[in-house]
C-alpha cells in the first residue's frame, strides 16, 4: 500500500466529520474591478448609464405633461388675443397684439354677469360638497365597520347605481324637482346628486383600511359607537374626507347639463351654464369663452395645490387605482 503524504487529501473516499470541520485555507483577495459570478443589486450599468435612463425618463415625462398643458396654455393666450385672431382660421399660439379686452368685456357685462354666476357656482359646489361628505360618511362607516345582515346586499345595491348612466336620471330628477318647487333655485343643482354611491363607496373602502384595535381600545376605555365613530375614525379618515369634498366641489362646479335643465333665469345659472351664452347660432365669442374658461379654472387649481397633500394620502390608502 501506498502510503498518504502529510497535508494531501486523500483523491477518493468518503469525508471524515473532521475533514468537513477543518478550517480552509484563507483564499487571496480579489484584484480591483475582477468579474464575480453573482451581480450585486443595481450594480447593472455605470453612472452614465444611470444619467441616461434619468435623462430619457424626464424626457417622456416632460413630454407627456406638455401634452396636458397645451390645452390649458391655449386658453390662457386666447383670453388675451382680440376678437378677430381669436377666431382666426390659422389659429396662433401668441397674441399679437396682448389684449385684456376680453376679460374687461367678461366682468363688465350687465348682459352676462359672470361675477353673479361664479359666486352662484361656488356657493353650489360647497354646499354640494358639504352634503355629501354628511350622506356618504355615516353610510359608509356602517357597511365597512358595522356587521349586520343584508350588509353584503346593501352594499351590492350601491355599487350597482354607479354603473346607472347619469343621463338617464335627468327627467326623473327634472319631474322630482319641479314637484319640490326648486326649479331655477339654488337646492335644485345641490341636492339631487348628493347621495351619490361613490362618496359610500370611496369612503368604505378607506374605513377598510382603519385598524380595529383602535375601535376595541375606545370601547374599553368606555366609548359608544357615536363616540368612537366622532373621536376616532373620523380624524383618521382626514385624508379621504378631504379627497371626497374636493372630488364633490369639481363634480358640482364643472357640472353643465343639469343646470341647463333646471335653472332658467340667467342671474341663476351658474358658470359652465351661464358661459353658454357667449355662444350664438352664428357667432362664437372665443375670446370670451376662453376669459371665463381662465376664470373658472382658479378655484380649482387653487384648492388642489392647497389640498394635493390629501388627496394623495386619501386615494393611495383607499385602495382605488386610477
Keep these: 500500500m501506498t502510503a498518504v503524504r502529510s497535508g494531501s487529501t486523500p483523491a477518493s473516499g468518503p469525508r471524515t466529520h473532521e475533514d468537513r470541520t477543518a478550517p480552509r485555507a484563507p483564499q487571496p483577495p ?13 450594480a447593472a450599468g455605470g453612472p452614465a448609464a444611470r444619467r441616461l435612463r434619468r435623462s430619457l425618463l ?26 378677430g385672431e381669436a377666431g382666426a382660421t390659422e389659429p396662433r399660439w401668441t397674441p399679437d397684439p396682448f389684449t385684456l379686452d376680453a376679460y374687461r368685456h367678461v366682468l363688465g357685462s350687465t348682459d352676462s354677469p359672470v361675477m353673479q354666476w361664479f359666486l352662484n357656482s361656488l356657493l353650489a359646489a360647497t354646499a354640494h360638497a358639504a352634503l355629501v361628505l354628511a350622506t356618504a360618511t355615516p353610510a359608509a362607516y356602517a357597511l365597512a365597520r358595522m356587521d349586520f345582515r343584508g350588509r353584503g346586499v346593501i352594499f351590492a345595491g350601491v355599487v350597482a347605481t354607479l354603473f346607472v348612466p347619469p343621463v338617464i336620471l335627468l327627467v326623473p330628477n327634472f319631474l322630482i324637482v319641479n314637484e319640490l318647487a326648486w326649479v331655477d333655485t339654488l337646492p335644485a343643482i345641490v341636492v339631487p346628486a348628493a347621495a351619490g354611491a361613490f362618496g359610500v363607496f370611496f369612503l368604505r373602502q378607506f374605513f377598510l383600511t382603519l385598524p380595529g384595535e383602535l375601535e376595541e381600545a375606545a370601547e374599553i376605555d368606555g366609548c359608544n359607537r357615536w363616540q368612537i365613530f366622532v373621536r376616532v375614525v373620523l380624524p383618521l379618515a ?85
Design 30 to 42: 480579489r484584484r480591483a474591478g475582477e468579474r464575480t459570478g453573482a451581480r450585486r443589486p443595481g
Design 58 to 83: 424626464h424626457l417622456v415625462l416632460g413630454v407627456v405633461a406638455a401634452l396636458y398643458l397645451s390645452p390649458l396654455l391655449y386658453m390662457l393666450t386666447t383670453s388675451l388675443k382680440t376678437r
Design 238 to 322: 382626514r385624508p379621504a374626507l378631504v379627497t371626497l369634498a374636493l372630488l364633490s366641489f369639481l363634480t358640482n362646479w364643472n357640472d353643465f347639463l343639469w343646470p341647463l335643465y333646471v335653472l332658467l333665469s340667467p342671474e341663476s345659472l351658474t358658470l359652465p351654464a351661464g358661459l353658454a351664452n357667449f355662444q350664438g347660432a352664428n357667432n362664437i365669442r372665443y375670446d370670451l369663452l376662453m376669459a371665463g374658461a381662465v376664470i373658472a379654472s382658479v378655484p380649482v387649481l387653487l384648492l388642489y395645490v392647497v389640498a394635493q397633500r390629501w388627496v394623495i394620502e386619501g386615494v393611495s390608502r383607499s385602495g382605488l387605482k386610477g
